[in-house]
């Protein structure tokens, strides 16, 4: 329910904010699409850096999101929430959240950052993402923005619990993410985290990249060398001390490199892979990861399996259609909307902004309301057809 909502919203917001930057044209409005591509070139990614920083090109770029996505997908996020999923299909999912969240969502990021600075005329780097929505949206977007925080949170707080159990085996596994969960919480309230957010997912993103790069390794170099894969859990070893000293020795050369000014932060994530991916290939055979081990235990065969897809669903009653029609509707209207705002002439933005803003809560509202009753009547559907 709130994926699609949240995408729409930092279109919205975009869609919004964009005429409030045609102030920079010849016109002060915007007539076609090269107006689109000065209002970006001249206003918004100007490559000029704020506050004395360092520009940021093409390969920073490219190399921040792979950061990013390194730490959220390729075997480190999704393997806690996929390993549940039915079929392989399932990760294809993984793309909707790097494509059109990582990516399309950042871009209208930067049209609302741009154009929130301009209209309130504060530099964007003292500006949080909270004051950018609710410039751009109001209400609605300061809670697309907590939403966004929340369905973030919730995979990474659940594997950091997965996690922690290992260490704290004695403990429930509600108390170690609520733990977790107190920690961050308190971190995310630091200046440095919402004012430095892109250095901040920099600095996770190094940290976890020895990890992604080490599973990489395991599951596509290590059999393809002869050696056994999986091999410390497989000797039952409790610490892989060539994993930890390639994660020790990667981040530090690359931390290193960084405060130095060496290499920019976003630029590490190439070299802090290669220095791990060697160091992990050079001392993994000193610990074992050439010997013919045993396989692992097969699990219990008390334990549970995953409940099969259900080929068949129960009758679609009246509430099933009338809440998933009315939550169409309501999207339908997060769309038309901003839509409405773009069209209106520039003098009349102001005047109709705070109407905007208001039916967009409201439509937000109904969206939410009305998909909840439609997912419980789903859920409905699939009990029914299970019993």
Same mark, same amino acid.
């Given at each position: &329910?709130?994926?699609?909502?949240?995408?729409?919203?930092?279109?919205?917001?975009?869609?919004?904010?964009? +005429?409030?930057?045609?102030?920079?044209?010849?016109?002060?409005?915007?007539?076609?699409?090269?107006?689109?591509?000065?209002?970006?070139?001249?206003?918004?990614?100007?490559?000029?850096?704020?506050?004395?920083? $360092?520009? =940021?090109?093409?390969?920073? /770029?490219?190399?921040?999101?792979?950061?990013?996505?390194?730490?959220?997908? &390729?075997?480190? %996020?999704?393997?806690?929430?996929?390993?549940?999923?039915?079929?392989?299909?399932?990760?294809?999912?993984?793309?909707?959240?790097?494509?059109?969240?990582?990516?399309?969502?950042?871009?209208?990021?930067? !049209?609302?950052?741009?154009?929130?600075?301009?209209?309130?005329?504060?530099?964007?780097?003292?500006?949080?993402?909270?004051?950018? #929505?609710?410039? @751009?949206?109001?209400? #609605?977007? #300061?809670?697309?923005? !907590?939403?966004?925080?929340?369905? $973030?949170?919730?995979? $990474?707080?659940?594997? @950091?619990?997965?996690?922690?159990?290992?260490?704290?085996?004695?403990?429930?596994?509600?108390?170690?993410?609520?733990?977790?969960?107190?920690?961050?919480?308190?971190?995310?309230?630091?200046?440095?985290?919402?004012?430095?957010?892109?250095?901040?997912?920099?600095?996770?993103?190094? =940290?976890?990249? +020895?990890?992604? #790069?080490?599973?990489?390794?395991?599951?596509? !170099?290590?059999?393809?060398?002869?050696?056994?894969?999986?091999?410390?859990?497989?000797?039952?070893?409790?610490?892989?001390?060539?994993?930890?000293?390639?994660?020790?020795?990667?981040? @530090?050369?690359?931390? &290193?490199?960084?405060?130095?000014?060496?290499?920019?932060?976003?630029?590490?994530?190439? +070299?802090?892979?290669?220095?791990?991916?060697? =160091?992990?290939?050079?001392? %993994?055979?000193?610990?074992?990861?050439?010997?013919?081990?045993?396989?692992?235990?097969?699990?219990? %065969?008390?334990?549970?399996?995953? +409940?099969?897809?259900?080929?068949?669903?129960?009758?679609?009653?009246?509430?099933?259609?009338?809440?998933?029609?009315? %939550?169409?509707?309501?999207?339908?209207?997060?769309?038309?909307?901003? /839509?409405?705002?773009?069209?209106?002439?520039?003098?009349?933005?102001?005047?109709?902004?705070?109407?905007?803003?208001?039916?967009?809560?409201?439509?937000?509202?109904?969206?939410?309301?009305?998909?909840?009753?439609?997912?419980?009547?789903?859920?409905?559907?699939?009990?029914?057809?299970?019993?």
């Amino acid at each position: &329910v709130a994926s699609p909502w949240m995408f729409l919203m930092f279109m919205a917001g975009a869609v919004v904010m964009l +005429p409030r930057l045609a102030g920079a044209l010849p016109g002060g409005e915007i007539s076609s699409v090269g107006d689109l591509w000065t209002i970006a070139s001249e206003t918004i990614w100007t490559g000029t850096p704020a506050d004395g920083g $360092t520009a =940021l090109g093409f390969w920073h /770029v490219v190399s921040f999101a792979w950061v990013v996505n390194l730490s959220m997908h &390729v075997g480190l %996020a999704d393997m806690a929430i996929f390993r549940y999923a039915r079929t392989a299909r399932y990760g294809l999912f993984s793309a909707f959240g790097m494509f059109l969240g990582h990516y399309l969502a950042w871009m209208c990021a930067g !049209v609302m950052g741009a154009a929130a600075a301009y209209v309130l005329g504060t530099p964007l780097t003292e500006l949080d993402s909270g004051d950018v #929505a609710y410039q @751009a949206l109001g209400v #609605a977007g #300061a809670l697309a923005v !907590v939403i966004a925080g929340w369905t $973030t949170s919730n995979p $990474t707080l659940y594997r @950091a619990g997965l996690a922690l159990q290992v260490v704290t085996p004695g403990w429930p596994r509600w108390k170690v993410t609520a733990i977790a969960g107190a920690v961050t919480t308190i971190v995310a309230c630091s200046p440095f985290v919402f004012t430095k957010l892109l250095d901040f997912i920099g600095l996770y993103g190094i =940290l976890l990249m +020895p990890i992604g #790069a080490i599973v990489f390794l395991e599951h596509w !170099v290590v059999p393809r060398l002869g050696w056994t894969q999986f091999w410390a859990s497989r000797k039952g070893v409790f610490v892989s001390w060539p994993a930890l000293v390639a994660w020790l020795v990667s981040v @530090a050369l690359g931390l &290193v490199a960084w405060s130095t000014g060496q290499i920019h932060l976003f630029l590490l994530g190439v +070299p802090v892979w290669i220095c791990t991916a060697v =160091l992990y290939l050079a001392l %993994a055979p000193f610990a074992g990861a050439r010997e013919l081990l045993p396989e692992e235990a097969a699990p219990p %065969a008390d334990v549970p399996s995953l +409940p099969r897809r259900m080929e068949s669903m129960g009758p679609r009653g009246p509430g099933w259609f009338v809440s998933g029609g009315v %939550a169409l509707a309501a999207l339908a209207a997060c769309v038309a909307l901003p /839509v409405w705002m773009f069209t209106l002439p520039p003098t009349e933005h102001d005047a109709s902004s705070q109407a905007f803003k208001t039916l967009l809560l409201v439509a937000t509202l109904v969206y939410f309301a009305s998909g909840v009753v439609w997912m419980r009547a789903s859920e409905k559907r699939r009990r029914s057809a299970g019993e």
